[in-house]
């Protein structure tokens, strides 16, 4: 069990949108620690997708944004296309873990 | 280009020992904090092991006491020695490099441990 809650599992049409979110507590997300969030597709190995809350690194589509609000954060992918597919991490600090990393338990995303 | 290279994965049965490394390129393992992060079968990505730019080390409460992850800056070099495995500590290693979060990402090394 996760301190970090994602849904296990979402799925949308092409060109469709979709939101994972990412619950935490008090002591990770609450306390202000950033949220990232990491793509992770077949066979490959995973990929920083939003850092700070909402920032995308240089090469990741707009299509991608992230945001985060009390002791939550949410990814939100639009424009869904079939290479989207795959599983969705969101990772956080937390002052209880002398601030390193905790990983949300993954969301896998289903293209239909 | 940033490159992150893991190796030396394999079979190793109960109670055994292994040592992985992470040969990087375009940035200096003494200037990020360097991770390791695991995903065994079928599960998702945990955190396994840190060490700050400083040289201070810190471990997820499943490893701490039997990994310990070092760094050899003459070959820009990251390791995790791997004591005491667990049947659950089966997984794909990833080396990654950044701050407060996974900026570069190696392709993953396969540790099995299994008699």
């Known amino acids: ?112 | 280009e940033v490159q992150l290279m893991e190796s030396g994965g394999g079979l190793v049965q109960p109670g055994g020992s292994l040592r992985i490394s992470c040969g990087v390129s375009g940035f200096s393992v003494s200037k990020k904090y360097m991770s390791w992060v695991r995903q065994a079968p079928g599960k998702g990505l945990e955190w396994v092991a840190m060490m700050y730019s400083g040289g201070n080390a810190y471990y997820a409460d499943s490893t701490e006491g039997r990994f310990t992850i070092s760094r050899d800056q003459s070959t820009n070099t990251l390791h995790l020695q791997m004591t005491s495995l667990r049947v659950e500590d089966t997984a794909v290693y990833y080396c990654t490099g950044g701050i407060s979060r996974a900026d570069h990402w190696g392709q993953g090394t396969l540790v099995i441990v299994s008699s």
């Open chain 1, 1 to 112: 069990q996760s301190v970090l809650t994602q849904p296990p599992s979402v799925s949308g049409a092409p060109g469709q949108t979709v939101t994972i979110s990412c619950t935490g507590s008090s002591s990770n997300i609450g306390a202000g620690h950033d949220v990232h969030w990491y793509q992770h597709l077949p066979g490959t190995a995973p990929r920083l997708l939003i850092f700070g809350n909402k920032n995308r690194p240089s090469g990741v589509p707009d299509r991608f944004s992230g945001a985060r609000s009390g002791s939550s954060a949410s990814l939100v992918i639009s424009g869904l296309q079939a290479e989207d597919e795959g599983d969705y991490y969101c990772q956080s600090n937390d002052f209880k873990l002398k601030g390193l990393w905790l990983f949300g338990g993954g969301t896998k995303l289903t293209v239909l």
